[in-house]
């Protein structure tokens, strides 16, 4: 049985009921966010479809499965709301998979959770067949404004080695970013990328019929 069948959507979103059932386990917590497709509220209601890449999830089961704190990823206080103050931060690429992660946001996606098209991804560091190619790599600038960054195409991605389309379609469009994770004031749960643009766990609201048609 997969944990989006077993997982209530409550012990995700809530902050009590998260802390009751994961406890420090962020690696299964992040399992169990991408599994049950949940669901990210950035800017106030742009929602993302949360998905880790096979390779990333493998490696979060592995580090849940060996209860080694060490190789938990790591979760900041509320007084790190933005990437620059963290301890020893620099402007660059590097990733470990446990304080910096690797991640696209990526947009015109069929069917993404949230009813926006949205997808939030993060993936492995360490060669991932999904991950940030070496063109994404090499030209990242992720502390800069979105506008002056390079977005890339389906085709863009595919060319360069990455494995999106089969995932998300051939329209899908996006944005490499790195990210933490850190909490807030009221232990909510944030995925916050370089830029400053963040987003708390939140369960994407039913679009009504009406609703659905005008927006």
């Not at 949940?38 to 493998?58: R, V, W």
């Not at 470990?96 to 946001?105: A, K, L, M, Q, S």
Request: glycine share 10%.
């Amino acid at each position: 049985m997969s944990s989006a069948e077993t997982i209530d959507a409550e012990k995700l979103y809530d902050a009590t009921k998260r802390r009751q059932t994961y406890q420090h386990n962020i690696a299964q917590y992040l399992v169990d966010l991408s599994d049950s497709r949940a669901t990210f509220d950035f800017c106030g209601g742009m929602m993302f479809e949360f998905k880790l890449t096979n390779k990333l999830k493998a490696r979060l089961l592995g580090v849940s499965g060996e209860g080694s704190a060490s190789l938990q990823p790591s979760v900041a206080d509320s007084s790190k709301r933005r990437m620059h103050q963290i301890s020893n931060y620099e402007k660059s690429a590097h990733a470990d998979n446990t304080v910096y992660f690797h991640g696209r946001e990526i947009r015109n996606v069929p069917d993404a959770a949230g009813g926006r098209g949205f997808v939030l991804q993060l993936s492995d560091s360490d060669d991932d067949p999904e991950g940030w190619s070496p063109q994404e790599v090499a030209t990242y600038d992720g502390w800069g404004h979105d506008s002056g960054r390079q977005w890339r195409k389906t085709d863009d991605w595919e060319s360069e080695g990455v494995q999106m389309r089969e995932k998300f379609g051939d329209d899908a469009f996006g944005l490499n970013h790195r990210f933490y994770l850190h909490y807030d004031e009221q232990d909510n749960f944030w995925l916050s990328a370089e830029d400053g643009c963040e987003g708390k766990a939140a369960e994407a609201k039913r679009r009504g019929y009406f609703q659905g048609l005008f927006n």
